[in-house]
């Protein structure tokens, strides 16, 4: 059975950075695009990053430039490098791909809350 487990997020002072990293199993993991998501408090779920089977990223324009999304195909594992935090950056953040996202196949998620 598909799973993703999302870890790293906490509390970071306005201008800093955190890491996230997603595990995924029950996937052929490095068949798969895989993204970032994020939902703050009474609004959607909106896309942050993605990063294609062979590495290429791609990034809202609200992180491009302070968010690198990566991947690690021998971990099945997704990163999510985070610098000059914002206090909008605050939200529960999710990995997901197309595939499972599909299916409604969610992880519990990870708080990152940006805060001085």
């Known amino acids: 059975q598909a799973q993703l487990v999302e870890s790293g997020g906490g509390l970071v002072q306005p201008g800093g950075s955190l890491r996230l990293s997603c595990a995924a199993s029950?996937?052929?993991?490095?068949?798969?695009?895989m993204d970032w998501y994020r939902q703050a408090p009474g609004k959607q779920r909106e896309l942050v990053a993605s990063?294609?089977?062979?590495?290429?990223?791609n990034y809202a324009d609200s992180v491009k430039g302070r968010f690198t999304i990566s991947r690690d195909n021998a971990k099945n594992t997704v990163y999510l490098q985070m610098n000059s935090l914002k206090p909008e950056d605050t939200a529960v953040y999710y990995c997901?791909?197309?595939?499972?996202?599909?299916?409604?196949?969610w992880g519990q998620g990870t708080q990152v809350t940006v805060s001085s």
């Open positions: 997901n791909n197309p595939y499972l996202s599909a299916r409604n196949i």
């Open positions: 029950g996937i052929i993991f490095r068949l798969y695009v």
């Open positions: 990063i294609t089977t062979g590495g290429r990223p």
